[in-house]
T-cell receptor, first 116, second 108 residues
């Protein structure tokens, strides 16, 4: 049972649609992350939020828009996506805002996104 | 950003055989973490290595951090079908840098 819950598990959307991915963590962690996982590529960090403030944005296109209303919830708003954006989107959280020692990532089950 | 290379990309072994995956960095790492992702699942934290030359064991899994803290390995002794999945190393700096992963298939 993961302490990080993501919805929906699967999403199919057209290129003109607007949709949102939701993530909720029940671990009392201070940092939350969005990762993109594509086939044959390393996990790509998209956004990092620390204590509800965005601290990292890895040159992600503006068609992806994150939102962190509180330390337990994280959203990823999607708008006019491209077929190459199809991937598994993983949310994660960690106790410390600085990753690493004593602060591993706890991942959700992910949202499998298909853009048609 | 920091690059972490992981080899091999794929490994097929007969059940009972050993398996090793290697993680290499061109720069010295502060620490390294290992994760396992089962097919259709999400990455799950396995262990963290911090000290130079550190060796940690979890049942049949042995994790090692190189003396120069530039490489790490995960060795599984006598693989079982439950070991199937992709194993990732992750180096930490100001963020997590994941390796490409090694996908392990265990043939019964």
């Amino acid at each position: 049972e993961t302490g990080v819950t993501q919805t929906p598990r699967h999403l199919v959307m057209g290129m003109t649609n607007k949709k949102s991915l939701k993530c909720e963590q029940h671990l009392g962690h201070n940092a939350m992350y969005w990762y993109k996982q594509s086939a044959k590529k390393p996990l790509e960090l998209m956004f990092v939020y620390s204590l509800e403030e965005r601290v990292e944005n890895n040159s992600v296109p503006s068609r992806f828009s994150p939102e962190c209303p509180n330390s337990s919830h994280l959203f990823l708003h999607l708008h006019t996506l491209q077929p190459e954006d199809s991937a598994l989107y993983l949310c994660a959280s960690s106790q410390e805002t600085t990753p690493g020692v004593n602060s591993p990532l706890h991942f959700g089950n992910g949202t499998r996104l298909t853009v048609t | 950003g920091q690059q972490v290379m992981q080899i091999p990309q794929y490994q097929h072994v007969q059940e009972g055989e050993d398996f090793t995956t290697y993680c290499n960095s061109s720069t010295t790492l502060s620490n390294i973490q290992w994760y396992k992702q089962r097919p259709g699942g999400h990455p799950v934290f396995l262990i963290q290595l911090v000290k130079s030359g550190e060796v940690k064991k979890q049942k049949r899994l042995t994790f090692q951090f190189g003396e120069a803290k530039k490489n790490s390995s995960l060795h599984i002794t006598a693989t079982q079908t439950t070991d199937v999945g992709t194993y990732f190393c992750a180096a930490t700096g100001n963020q997590f840098y994941f390796g490409t992963g090694t996908s392990l298939t265990v043939i019964p």
